[in-house]
């Protein structure tokens, strides 16, 4: 009888753990689209990015490859070490104090990780200047959500990057985030943000990162393995449930991912081509150098047509 009521008991506590996650997980995707990411308001990952600056002018300097390679894995252990055991203490001071406290630093830090409503505000602001006429001011707006140079695309070229971006922050900013949020809490989920936002400032390659980003893009890619490929599935889903069909952004999904230069950014790039019916990739300019890519998609519908951001779409 006493292992029967302790068996019954630890599948009960188990059980009510899994729906206060649950719960926890929708409370912090909740507030992430009431709030988003307001200017001004505290948020870690900005915190993030001036710490990431100021330890990496420090380091970042002349030398030979593997030494750069070593300072680059110094950066990112770091800066990964110090976030996530921040949330660490925050969760455990939290906990110790109130229960309600515990659950509410939970909701904070997992919807700090999230990017939904950020990203819909300046996909919307960049297409809402688009059909207002100013094509200034739309690449202006473009330019806070891509790496690449602005001051000369065109029209189509700013939807082109601005639906490049949505697709791969789609799993950056939304699919990878949650489902380390669901897999390890926030702990997991603020480290996860830190890998992904080293990676977008010293992970290129060029002269200046290309051996000192090396760790910070290669553990990027280990990351976002699974959720870019979660991300792609889910991308073709929608697709299927607004009525564009499942078959073209699936079958483009497995086609053309591979030419991607990242083996996680082709994924949702081609889904969402093939959803929207167009043609995305091709060469571009960063920091005034011609960077050839190779095409994603056919070219069934213009990308001028698309009329709004894929990710209200979907």
Not at 122 to 142: N, S
Request: glycine share 8%; with cysteine; hydrophobic share 45%.
């Amino acid at each position: 009888m006493d292992i029967l009521r302790d068996t019954l008991f630890w599948r009960i506590r188990y059980k009510n753990m899994i729906c206060q996650n649950i719960s926890l997980v929708a409370s912090s995707y909740i507030v992430d689209l009431l709030f988003g990411d307001p200017e001004g308001f505290p948020h870690p990952v900005r915190g993030m990015g001036k710490l990431i600056n100021l330890i990496e002018n420090v380091l970042n300097k002349k030398g030979a490859f593997w030494i750069k390679r070593i300072k680059g894995i110094v950066l990112a252990c770091i800066i990964i070490g110090i976030s996530a055991y921040s949330a660490y203490l925050l969760i455990k001071l939290s906990r110790r104090l109130n229960p309600f406290l515990y659950h509410l630093a939970w909701v904070y830090i997992g919807y700090t990780t999230i990017s939904v409503k950020d990203l819909q505000i300046k996909a919307r602001a960049i297409y809402k200047e688009l059909k207002e006429g100013d094509i200034f001011k739309a690449r202006k707006e473009l330019s806070r959500i891509v790496g690449r140079d602005i001051q000369d695309l065109s029209e189509d070229e700013i939807k082109r990057a601005t639906i490049e971006s949505i697709a791969e922050s789609t799993n950056d900013g939304i699919v990878a985030p949650l489902f380390y949020l669901i897999l390890g809490g926030p702990i997991l989920a603020v480290a996860y943000k830190v890998i992904n936002t080293l990676d977008s400032m010293v992970g290129y390659k060029n002269d200046k990162y290309l051996d000192f980003g090396w760790f910070s893009a290669s553990l990027d890619d280990v990351a976002n393995y699974i959720p870019a490929r979660i991300s792609g599935f889910l991308i073709s889903i929608s697709s299927f449930i607004v009525g564009k069909g499942f078959k073209d952004s699936f079958k483009t999904m497995l086609r053309d991912s591979k030419k991607h230069s990242s083996p996680n950014s082709g994924i949702s790039e081609a889904a969402m081509a093939g959803a929207l019916g167009i043609r995305l990739g091709g060469g571009a300019f960063y920091q005034g150098k011609f960077v050839e890519k190779q095409y994603i998609g056919n070219d069934i519908k213009k990308v001028g047509a698309v009329r709004e951001p894929p990710l209200l779409q979907f």
